[in-house]
């Protein structure tokens, strides 16, 4: 018979610390289960909450609704104009978009849908993927309706030993008490969303431009330095936000300093990692919800975070929950 | 009407390519969805290929078979012996063991199941977490019939620009030609199992030494910088490797040099890295497969895959597939 080892539990662990933050920001991930897959030309493309599903459901002409999916219903007309395939395809994207739109204004109208008030007039492109021509565009305010994964960019700032060359200070930011969402919070120093056909890296270094000052020549030293990914439940927990977000590291020289250049920003402060890590550990509501998880996906990358504390393993599943983690079954 | 943009997609992307090289490592995925839940006091430690199960339905006095499950039967006199919570634990693992022991002995001696003709007098624990005590152990020939989580440490040597602290050059190893497993194919630096209860950082600086000649000191610059998962298929198909692998980096002297101790690897060369990403690309079987994947899960990390590549996003949830990805569930 084989012998037994019993291990002891931690009995303190950082990990499992950091690993509520993430989960705790991955707080749509219940409802999802709940969802409905959003279907477009036989690709699921995102998912509709039942609430979401039930408004939908006023307009058959547009969305076929069944219990484990809405499909948005295809006009045969749409995609006989001839053409070359991309041209065809641009036909159908906008016939599709045009359909979408009027059950949109029908409903934001009505005032049924919450976040239909936050009507910015922007297109929001359906995809399969972040490198795939959008199926169809849609207004910016619906994309939780419809669970649409949404992509940003976000860059750690930082100032590292010229000898052991590990990260020692983070700069952080603090956003404006003036600004809509998360007032007062702690940021990265350089963050944005990324539009459909647009470059992260591009998007990053105007980001870094325009919120902190820093120049092009120095945001060449921007190092693309992977993702994280999670699943947000809307505000009105109508939608589901699947945001899949580009991370990069940039290295400062010790002199240089951000300047609060757009008005997003009230401060930049440039703090020891260690602090950065305490604080990230504790379950104050003082970072920006996604900015903590960015934050904590750079201290497992350096080192700050240790494999045999309980929950590093967990820790590194849930920085990839959402969108990256469900993506590679499909 | 919102306009319709159209991307094009990327003409060639090395991100696809070494996306096609991870999903080649990632073999088992398509098998495991065929398996069953291998259930232990009502948790879920592992998924049983519906062979294996077939096989294990033949001793029904120790597993009951459904189509969803495979349960391993607890005896309620196995935890009655009273004690602390700890005792009484150890004690039902042990009688576990023993039961599950014997069935295996049995079909080692029928020779039905390939995989345990390379059986070692050697425990191998079944725990719902790495940080977990364990619920039982088995033999560790029998791991893949119980689509047991294992886990490894993999080190990346490297040396570094001392002006941009980017690295140039990666430390490759060749597995000896008389290693049973991937003779002559292309290896990191330094890497290892990590049994039960081990530390995987004291596991890795071990490894360090005793395949690379990496002295404790020189050791004491590792860093822990996140992991890798896949799903593996057993070669006989009869089971489901699900490895998670710590990742750790360590940046070396251009003066070091490692050497060939336990006989191990035949020899290590100093390879630049973008030589590296190269071969990474092709799809030519120069390295241990899942290597592959750690030096690829490497350069995603220090900026030497494109972002604005098509798979880039896909790449990021593909090196944390099987177990750190289906663990965010549970």
Not at 174 to 181: D, F, I, L, Q, V
């Amino acid at each position: 018979m084989l012998p037994v080892m019993l291990l002891l539990p931690c009995r303190t662990s950082r990990a499992l610390d950091f690993l509520a933050r993430v989960r705790a920001n991955d707080c749509g991930a219940a409802a999802a289960a709940t969802a409905r897959r959003f279907v477009v030309g036989q690709e699921t493309l995102g998912r509709v909450l039942p609430i979401a599903a039930h408004a939908l459901s006023a307009f058959p002409q547009t969305f076929e609704i069944s219990d484990e999916a809405v499909t948005l219903r295809d006009d045969p007309a749409w995609s006989s104009g001839g053409g070359s395939a991309s041209e065809v395809d641009a036909a159908l994207a906008g016939s599709r978009s045009a359909a979408v739109s009027r059950v949109l204004n029908a409903l934001r109208e009505e005032g049924a849908v919450p976040m239909l008030r936050g009507w910015r007039d922007e297109a929001f492109a359906v995809r399969p993927s972040f490198y795939a021509p959008p199926r169809l565009v849609v207004e910016r305010a619906a994309a939780p309706l419809f669970g649409l994964p949404s992509y940003g960019c976000f860059t750690n700032g930082f100032v590292v030993d010229r000898e052991t060359l590990k990260p020692t200070h983070v700069w952080l930011g603090r956003r404006a008490e003036n600004k809509p969402t998360w007032p007062g919070l702690l940021d990265c120093v350089a963050a944005g969303g990324i539009a459909a056909g647009a470059s992260p890296t591009k998007a990053m270094v105007e980001e870094c431009a325009e919120e902190a000052g820093i120049p092009r020549e120095v945001a060449r030293g921007l190092t693309s330095a992977g993702g994280v990914s999670y699943t947000g439940l809307n505000e009105d927990r109508w939608g589901i936000k699947e945001d899949v977000l580009f991370v990069f590291d940039l290295r400062l020289d010790p002199s240089f300093e951000p300047v609060c250049t757009d008005g997003e920003m009230s401060e930049f402060r440039l703090v020891p990692i260690e602090e950065v890590a305490d604080m990230l550990a504790s379950s104050e509501a003082i970072f920006k919800p996604n900015v903590g998880v960015v934050m904590i996906d750079f201290l497992v990358r350096h080192g700050f975070v240790d494999p045999d504390e309980e929950g590093y393993v967990e820790l590194l599943g849930a920085l990839r929950s959402g969108a990256l983690c469900s993506g590679k079954k499909s």
